[in-house]
Each structure stands twice: as C-alpha cells, then as structure tokens.
C-alpha cells in the first residue's frame, strides 16, 4: 500500500466526473487498499478515486467507529430522506468548514472490489459522507452546496 498525493481545489480533475469500474481486477484492488491509507494518513472520513488522481467511480468512507472501511465501486444513491444542515470539510481543501445541507438517511447500492453488488444505508455523519463522496465522482464540490462559510480556523 502506498499514500497517495490528494488533489487540492484549483485541479481540473475534480470538475470531471467519473467513468464507471469496468475491471474488478489487482489494479483496483491496489487503488483502493492505497485510498484506503491515504484517508488513515490524512485523519479524514472519506476519499473519492478523482481526489487522488483516478477519474473512475470508487470510494473509501471509513468513520474511525470500529467497524472499518466501505468500499463502493460504482456506488449510486437509490433512497434519501430527510434534511441534516451541518459543517462539512474535505481532505481537497484542508481548514475550509461550510454549512451544508444533505439528506439525513441514504442507501447506495454499490458493488465491492470483488464485483459482488451490495447495499449501505446510512444516517447523520455516514449519510453526509455518501453524499460528499458520491458528489465528487460527478465532479461537485461540497462548496457548491454551500449554505453559509464558515471562517478558516
């Protein structure tokens, strides 16, 4: 495994969005078991494949609850409900906080770096998470969903 360099706002990349997983193969499990350390180095909850360079749809949420990281390969929101105004961050763009509305509860259906299709139903911080990184691979940033900005600390 090996820490990648995470992409800061400014990169054309993350504008871009994603083209699907079509080889659930060594080199994506590489990507992700990499993604998956360069969130652990970067102490953040979630990193999408456009942040590290990697224009295809996967994603590493690990919420440091214990229960380790998801893995979503082309993962699509099938269900939300309800609303959740909180701060948002991103790895993308270090000490920028934003006030941003998202649903409260998700499920994305997904497959694993297996192809094995799956589903995760999430709420609060996970719901967030889905969202903020599914937003990255259609090339949307969370300041795009801005409801207040909130000062550098």
Known sequence: ????????????????????????????????????????????????APQVGILR???????????GAIELINPELVFEEGVQVGNEGCLSAPGEWCEVERPKKVTVKAFDRTGKEFSVTGEDLLARALCHELDHLEGILFTDRVKQTIPKR
Not at 13 to 24: Q, Y
Not at 57 to 67: F, M, P, S
């Open 1 to 48: 495994m090996a820490v990648r360099e995470i992409l800061r706002f400014g990169e054309d990349s993350l504008r871009k969005k994603c083209r699907p997983v079509t080889s659930f193969d060594e080199k994506l499990a590489v990507l992700l078991d990499d993604m998956k350390e360069t969130l652990l180095g970067a102490e953040g909850v979630g990193l999408a």
């Open 57 to 67: 749809r996967a994603v590493v949420i690990d919420l440091r609850d214990g229960k």
